[in-house]
């Protein structure tokens, strides 16, 4: 079985995007946990997006090891140039700034909810762009139970509440970001080699992240332990195979296929965010698991 076939099956494409999701939302509890132990606080911008560089700087080079190992080319042409810059602003620098600052202001529950809004501007963008994926009932019907439970899980005191401030307004400006990235990136994955291009859009958005950041708080103003070595390293792991495997995904399949499953990341982030954040888990997050699946079903339910 080849990489297409694999990737445009529904147990590979289902699995993958499960998998790169269960990652995804193991971020949000992670990046919390991190802050305290590198004495980030919410006012501190500039530190708040020059631990972002870092991650992201870290997982560019462990992309670009991967590239030597099997191979692959290496250099940045000038052909690719303006497709890397394109998307490194939007999938890494932009994403990350308001993410980061995003979640400084909000409990890893919170954030991990309103991340899987992108999931909502991925279909939405597709829709009008590309004329063979289109909206219809089916996926309608399925967003929108995949929504309803979006908005459960946001129950976080056990009811239906939800709030909008500014760690709030930065994660849906980021879920923006994050959806027009991936469009981005697969109208550019027929030219260049997937990994090849998420090795480099990351690189080049991780440089101006660590620029933005030391303009504020210098280039090293953090002091690592051996935990706060290894979250950062983990953060950068599940960027760097997060990132090859969605653009894969995308390159194969049409954009709201893929994108659907987006709602798994805030089913993990809520998780997990209640297992090692010790954040409030409540019986309507549960309901909420229910939607959300019967969700993904329809929409990636083919017809007879």
């Given at each position: 079985?080849?990489?297409?076939?694999?990737?445009?099956?529904?147990a590979?494409?289902?699995?993958?995007?499960?998998?790169?999701?269960?990652?995804w939302?193991?971020?949000?509890?992670?990046?919390?946990?991190?802050?305290?132990?590198?004495?980030?606080?919410?006012?501190?911008?500039?530190e708040?997006?020059?631990?972002?560089?870092?991650?992201?700087?870290?997982?560019?080079?462990?992309?670009?090891?991967?590239?030597?190992?099997?191979?692959?080319?290496?250099r940045?042409?000038r052909a690719?140039?303006?497709?890397?810059?394109q998307i490194?602003?939007?999938?890494?620098?932009?994403?990350?700034?308001?993410?980061?600052?995003?979640?400084?202001?909000?409990?890893?529950?919170?954030?991990?909810?309103?991340?899987?809004s992108?999931?909502?501007?991925?279909?939405l963008?597709?829709?009008?762009?590309?004329?063979?994926?289109?909206?219809?009932?089916?996926?309608?019907?399925?967003l929108m139970?995949?929504?309803?439970?979006?908005?459960?899980?946001?129950?976080?005191?056990?009811?239906?509440?939800?709030?909008?401030?500014?760690?709030?307004?930065?994660?849906?400006?980021?879920?923006?970001?994050?959806?027009?990235?991936?469009?981005?990136?697969?109208?550019?994955?027929?030219?260049?080699?997937?990994?090849?291009?998420?090795?480099?859009?990351?690189?080049?958005?991780?440089?101006?992240l660590?620029?933005?950041?030391?303009?504020?708080?210098?280039?090293?103003?953090?002091?690592?332990?051996?935990?706060?070595?290894?979250?950062?390293?983990?953060?950068?792991?599940?960027?760097?195979?997060?990132f090859?495997?969605?653009?894969?995904?995308?390159?194969?399949?049409?954009?709201?296929?893929v994108?659907?499953?987006?709602?798994?990341?805030?089913?993990?982030?809520?998780?997990?965010?209640?297992?090692?954040?010790?954040?409030?888990?409540?019986?309507?997050?549960?309901?909420?698991?229910?939607?959300?699946?019967?969700?993904?079903?329809?929409?990636?339910?083919?017809?007879?």
């Amino acid at each position: 079985m080849n990489a297409r076939t694999f990737f445009t099956s529904r147990a590979g494409l289902a699995s993958t995007a499960a998998f790169v999701c269960l990652l995804w939302g193991s971020a949000f509890p992670f990046i919390k946990l991190s802050y305290p132990l590198l004495d980030i606080r919410p006012n501190e911008m500039s530190e708040q997006i020059l631990f972002a560089g870092y991650r992201f700087f870290l997982a560019s080079l462990m992309l670009w090891l991967f590239l030597i190992l099997t191979r692959r080319p290496l250099r940045i042409t000038r052909a690719a140039l303006p497709a890397l810059l394109q998307i490194g602003l939007f999938q890494t620098t932009l994403q990350y700034v308001l993410f980061y600052i995003g979640l400084s202001y909000s409990t890893g529950i919170q954030g991990s909810i309103i991340s899987g809004s992108a999931t909502f501007f991925s279909i939405l963008l597709a829709h009008y762009l590309y004329s063979n994926d289109r909206m219809n009932m089916r996926r309608i019907i399925g967003l929108m139970l995949g929504f309803a439970g979006v908005l459960l899980a946001s129950g976080t005191t056990g009811a239906l509440t939800f709030s909008f401030g500014l760690g709030e307004f930065a994660l849906l400006a980021s879920a923006f970001c994050n959806a027009l990235g991936g469009i981005l990136a697969k109208n550019r994955a027929a030219s260049f080699d997937t990994v090849y291009l998420t090795t480099y859009q990351m690189m080049i958005g991780s440089l101006f992240l660590l620029g933005f950041g030391a303009m504020g708080a210098g280039i090293a103003p953090f002091h690592f332990n051996g935990q706060a070595l290894v979250y950062l390293l983990y953060l950068s792991f599940l960027s760097a195979a997060g990132f090859s495997l969605w653009n894969t995904l995308l390159s194969y399949n049409k954009v709201g296929r893929v994108s659907i499953y987006f709602f798994l990341i805030p089913v993990f982030g809520v998780l997990l965010s209640a297992l090692l954040l010790h954040e409030a888990l409540h019986k309507i997050v549960f309901i909420a698991l229910l939607l959300v699946t019967a969700g993904i079903y329809i929409v990636n339910r083919e017809k007879s």
